[in-house]
């Protein structure tokens, strides 16, 4: 139990152009899920909190026009990389709140590599 | 701003030897405290947390991780490492009583086991 999904795994996109990448709980309904960023050799740097039913909270240095938030559901929040860079070029990880029933733990999805050219 | 330090950024262990992995934090309120795992080609899996109570803590996979308050540390120790350890290892921090909320990581460290 308490799997979470991303897709896609990897996406290569051009300059300018805009990317979705989608972060799903397949066995539990999570109404917080995060949104982190990883940097080659360097820790993961948390992006964003995202609730279901309101706007997502950005930590500071994150814009919030170029990194999209969306979580439309219990079970799906989305990220938008607009107009993306080639700086944009990162893995982005989500995670999953458990409830009650998973200790407060974050369920981490797989990752999603990004590269802008 | 919170912070979290692992010192080892890469060790190199062989077989049966015993592993403690250094986790250092600056914040001086109440915290919870994290390791995750992270196996080649794989997403992060939580090896133990500390929430509250006896400050020895023991997880998955014969891990466990000792909180000295006075210290500020959380160190990951096992004692006989196998091959299928080799991963990253990464400490993680909530400050307060957030639960798993507003994880913040360390740098991680790899670990790779010689057969």
């Known amino acids: 139990g308490a799997v979470v999904s991303q897709h896609p795994s990897r996406v290569i996109c051009k300059s300018g152009t805009s990317v979705k990448i989608e972060c799903r709980s397949l066995?539990?309904?999570?109404?917080?899920m995060f949104w982190y960023r990883q940097f080659p050799k360097q820790s993961l740097m948390l992006m964003a909190t995202s609730n279901e039913g309101s706007k997502a909270t950005y930590e500071q240095g994150v814009e919030k026009d170029k990194f999209l938030i969306n979580h439309a559901s219990l079970t799906l929040s989305t990220l938008t990389v607009t107009s993306a860079h080639p700086e944009d070029s990162s893995f982005y990880i989500c995670?999953?709140?458990?409830?009650?029933w998973g200790g407060g733990e974050q369920f981490f999805g797989p990752g999603t590599r990004l590269t802008v050219l | 701003a919170q912070s979290v330090s692992q010192h080892n950024h890469h060790v190199i262990l062989s077989e049966a030897a015993s592993l403690e992995l250094g986790c250092n934090y600056s914040y001086g309120g109440t915290v919870n405290l994290f390791w995750y795992v992270q196996y080649p080609g794989q997403h992060l899996q939580l090896l133990l947390k500390y929430f509250s109570g006896d400050p020895l803590v023991k997880g998955i996979k014969g891990f466990e991780a000792e909180f000295i308050k006075s210290k500020f540390s959380f160190n990951l120790r096992k004692p006989s490492v196998q091959w299928s350890d080799t991963a990253e290892y990464f400490c993680a921090v909530t400050p307060g009583k957030t639960g798993a909320n507003n994880l913040f990581f360390g740098t991680g460290t790899r670990l790779t086991v010689i057969p």
């Open positions: 995670s999953a709140l458990g409830g009650a």
């Open positions: 066995d539990f309904q999570a109404t917080t």
